[in-house]
Nanobody, 115 residues
């Protein structure tokens, strides 16, 4: 069994920064893609950023230049550094990891950006 636990969410003023972390535990051998998604109230879940096992990254247009995804395979952890936050970034952020046995999601962490 694999479990993902996110941390780092909270309330921040517009223009501020937050760093999200997602730690994977359990029967893990190799993690392929790690990613962050978000879901705002009344909206569908959307991809924010992803990073492959080779280090290639992909970002949603809305966060390019403001957010940075990184991974530490020794710690089975993926990070999302969020800078210049905007009220429209308010959402529940979920991490997702794809490993050999399938894909796994965290429980989500709430990020609220005040104007």
């Amino acid at each position: 069994q694999v479990q993902l636990v996110e941390s780092g969410g909270g309330l921040v003023q517009g223009g501020g920064s937050l760093r999200l972390s997602c730690l994977a535990s359990g029967s893990i051998f190799t993690i392929n893609t790690m990613g962050w998604y978000r879901q705002a109230p009344g909206k569908q879940r959307e991809l924010v950023a992803s990073v492959s096992s080779g280090g290639s990254t992909n970002y949603a247009d809305s966060v390019k230049g403001r957010f940075t995804i990184s991974r530490d395979d020794a710690k089975n952890t993926v990070y999302l550094q969020m800078n210049s936050l905007k009220p429209e970034d308010t959402a529940v952020y979920y991490c997702r990891m794809i490993i050999l046995s399938g894909q796994f999601w965290g429980q989500g962490t709430l990020v609220t950006v005040s104007s």
